[in-house]
Every structure is written in C-alpha cells, then in structure tokens.
RNA sequence: GGAGUCGUGGCCGAGCGGCUGAAGGCGGCGGUUUGCUAAACCGUUAUAGGGGCUUAAACCCCUAUCGAGGGUUCGAAUCCCUCCGACUCCGCCA
C-alpha cells in the first residue's frame, strides 16, 4: 500500500519508480481520483458540521423545554443529503483503496531496471558439479523411496510421497536450517497457523490481486503460500518500540500454491509442487535498519548453502522480475547438475513499508509522537523441497546411492549414505 | 455444540442518548524541588482525513474514530442487528 502523500507531493517520480517496473503509470488516476474524493469530503463535511450544531441547539433548547421543531425540520431535509453524500465518499474510499491496493512497491535505485532479462549476478559460491547428473526424480525413484504415482492416485499432479531415508532426509534439512537460524542467527522459532484469513493475505501483498495462486477452504480460510503470511502478520496492527526491533522470526512449515499459470512448467519432479515445506525467515525493523537487515538475512540463507556445501549463486532481481511488495530482491539459486542450471532455492525481499502499512504495523522511536509503518523483510531459508532435490543432485554417486552431508548425519541418526532398496 | 459475560486512548480503567475525544490512574514528555538517586509537586500527552495560516514548523477550524460493519434517533461510547475476538460454565473430542 502506498503512501498517498508520496504520490500528491511527487507524481513524476512515482511513476518513473513504477516504470522501472515495467508496470503502467498511475500517479494521474490516484491524483485524479483523490481531488474527487476529497471534493465529496468537504460537501460531506459541512453537512455534518451544521447537522451537529443544529443537534447540540436541538438538546439546549429542549433541555430549556423549549419548542425545537424548526430546527428538526431543518435537520430532515439535510438528513438524505448527507446520507448520500456519506455513500458517495465511502465508494470513492474504496475507489481509492482497491487502486492504490493494486499498484506494486517502488524498487530501490540501485535495483536494475527491466524484466527477467536484466537480473545481475552478484556472487557466486562453491564449485558446479558439471558432469551430466542424474535428475533427483530419477534418484529418488531408482532408490525407491520417492513415488510420484502413489500420490498422483490419492492427490494428482503436483504432488509426491517420500519414504524411508527420503522422508527422514526431508526433515533433517528442516530441522537443520532451524537449529541454525534460532542458535547461531538469532531467528525466534514460530510454530503459527497454516490457515489465515482474508486480512493477513491481504496485508503481505497476495490478496486481492493473485488469489488464483492460493487454495482457499470451503469457509473461506486461505492455505497459506508462505510463512511470510503469518509470521509477518504477528506484528499486524501493533504499535511496537524501535527499542525492540529488529525483531526475528523463523517457522517451518507446510505451505500450498495452486500453480494457476504454471501449467507445462516443470511438471516433472519435486521442483514445483501444490504442497512444499519450508524454512522462512522474517525480519521486522526500523527503516533506518532494513536495508543492512536484507543483507543479513541474505546471509543467513546462504549460510545454509555453505554449511550443506552446495554451490550457488546470487541475484539481484530487475526491478520488473520482483514480487508485487519488494523494493530490493535477492535470489539464491543453487547449483543442479539433473538440470546443468541454477535453480531459484530462496528469495530474499525487503518490502520496506509495503506490507507494513497493509497491516497497520508501527513502531515508535523512544519519546517520539508518531509511530511509523516498520519495514517488513522475508526470506526463505531454506525452501526445504528444492533444498532436497539439491542434495540429491549434488550428493548422488556413480551407483545411484546418496550421500549423506556431514551437517546432516547427526538428524540422520549417523546414516552416511541412502543405498537403493533401503 | 448448548448457556452466559464481555470488547473504551501506549497500557489499566470510569462512563445517565445531548459541550464526553471521552473522568481517574500508570507510562511518556516538559518543568519546579534536589549534593546525586529516589520521592513529591505543577503542567502536558490519541489517531486519521480535510481546510486555514506559514518558506516550513508551531498554531487555529472542521469531520471521522470508544472491536468491525449496518440500523434506530434531531443527536449514539451509551439502544437494536450481524460479524470478529476474549473469557466462564456444561457437553463432546484429540
């Protein structure tokens, strides 16, 4: 959500921002709009004032038992005036609200300006495996343990079943990046709820516009795509202290995506599921904090790249290749030699004050009058699925059997390598 | 699921349908007192929007907001309805 005065003091930039995005100048109809809306205010306004003075005489007047009938008279012809002066406001409001709803966040300014194209390559860790690899769904598959039919038959596409050392492997990367991210990166873990209402999707950004990319219940909860949603919403409508922030939180679990739209795309494999576990990490701050925040959150996540030893790059998104409420995005991609590619395996976005005005999240510098909108940033550390198909990839020897990473053994109760038929 | 109670400002907590945007307290801020600390005392302290004045701020005026949304009324924090949330008791269940 966007600062209206932002854009009543500097239209041209507004747009200009949102033209780096690729995304359609707008500055005009919010201003056009907003001159309409408050025109509707002031006749409303008035109305209301004489309406309340002529109350306050109605209740001394009376009081003195006098006659106040003129008065009431008066007050009834204004009565549907203001009645639809008071609905045309409320629809302008709306008006207004889905709008400026729609138009995404402002990129930063040393974001890159275009689309997917223009994505940039900051670093790169660890050494690619370039020698043809297996694809994990043929490892998983060969191994036994991994059954994309067995799930299709009770759910359909998209959708696996892990077994045995595959499903144990699963959560000994959740469990992995959680013990790291509370004890040696100062995440507070966060087991929240799975399924939230319409105001929280709508406070980090995926309602109203991209509701077909969610599963929604029969009474009307939303599954949610992310842990971003709920963990970011635990600060909604609080005022907090700058004394307290940053503040922290981890969580791992389920999150479901319809894939509406990404039909044909990566339909084989483990890459692109309606369900997946993840790792995700949220950061509330100060605004001063935010941007160095997104740096250290970008480390964390690659923490766990490194300590898994998978090699993997990173991206500073385009400004027109990033989701709808970041200002500054950075991928993490790692390394799968099934595919001779970088796969996106975390993004880290800082939202600024995006989401944080969606939800009314605020905090107040010590003494200071006015609470701002706190910055929001979140990140995924890791995507527990992707992060899997990883290991596999990277970890899988000449007879198809898996290696264990070191980090991993001890969740593993000491196993060292998944053999076939295990 | 059945029966009931409740939802007020940063927090706690009053509030007869008519100068109540809201008593009081805590906290915060400013000041007095003080060797320092503590305490005491005085003052001040909601948010958003619109408008006036101004280079700007301060300041002034208006409107809205007492969980949310509707309704009744000349007038609603106060009455009615719906929803959301919290709590209590009973029943049921992991």
Same mark, same amino acid.
């Given at each position: 959500m966007h600062d209206l005065k932002l854009i009543r003091d500097n239209p041209e930039a507004f747009d200009a921002s949102l033209a780096r995005r690729g995304f359609p100048a707008s500055a005009a109809a919010v201003l056009d709009l907003d001159l309409k809306r408050r025109d509707a205010q002031t006749r409303l306004q008035v109305m209301q004032a004489r309406r309340n003075d002529a109350s306050r005489e109605i209740g001394q007047v009376k009081g003195k038992g006098g006659d106040a009938s003129a008065l009431m008279a008066e007050i009834a012809t204004l009565k549907s005036d203001i009645q639809a002066a008071d609905e045309a406001d409320k629809a302008l409001a709306v008006e207004m609200d889905g709008l400026l709803s729609s138009i995404p966040n402002l990129p930063a300014a040393e974001v890159p300006e =275009?689309?997917?194209?223009a994505n940039t390559e900051i670093r790169r860790w660890g050494t690619p495996r370039l020698a043809e690899g297996a694809a994990h769904y043929e490892l998983g598959e060969g191994l036994g343990l991994m059954d994309f039919e067995a799930a299709a038959r009770m759910s359909g596409a998209r959708f696996v079943v892990l077994k045995g050392a595959l499903a144990r492997l699963e959560r000994a990367l959740g469990q992995f990046m959680l013990d790291l991210h509370t004890t040696e990166n100062g995440y507070t873990e966060v087991a929240p709820p799975v399924l939230v209402r319409d105001q929280a999707v709508y406070g980090t950004g995926q309602l109203p516009k991209f509701a077909e990319d969610l599963f929604r219940t029969t009474n009307g909860f939303w599954l949610v795509p992310t842990a971003e949603v709920p963990l970011t919403n635990l600060v909604r409508e609080q005022i907090l202290d &700058? !004394? @307290?922030?940053?503040l922290r939180f981890t969580a791992l679990t389920p999150c479901f995506r319809s894939? !509406?739209? !990404? #039909? =044909? +795309? &990566?339909? +084989? =494999? /483990?890459?692109? @599921?309606?369900q997946f576990a993840k790792v995700e990490l949220v950061s509330i701050t100060t605004p001063e904090q935010s941007a160095a925040e997104h740096e250290r959150m970008t480390a964390c996540a690659e923490e766990v790249l490194k300590r898994l030893d998978l090699p993997y790059r990173v991206l500073l998104l385009a400004a027109g290749d /990033? =989701?709808?409420? !970041?200002v500054k995005t950075y991928d993490l991609e790692v390394w799968l030699p099934g595919q001779k590619t970088y796969r996106e395996i975390s993004s880290c976005s800082n939202c600024g004050d995006f989401q944080a005005r969606r939800m009314q999240a605020r905090a107040r510098a010590s003494g200071a009058k006015n609470a701002r909108p706190v910055h929001t940033l979140n990140g995924s550390g890791l995507a527990v699925g992707r992060t899997l198909v990883a290991v596999l990839e990277n970890y899988a @020897? #000449? &007879?198809g059997s898996i290696v264990i990473p070191a980090v991993l053994q001890p969740y593993m109760g000491g196993l060292q390598t998944i053999h076939p038929h295990a």
């Open positions: =275009g689309g997917e194209e &700058d !004394a @307290q922030l940053p894939e !509406a739209g !990404a #039909a =044909g +795309r &990566d339909t +084989r =494999g /483990m890459i692109r @599921q309606h /990033m =989701g709808f409420g !970041a @020897q #000449a &007879d």
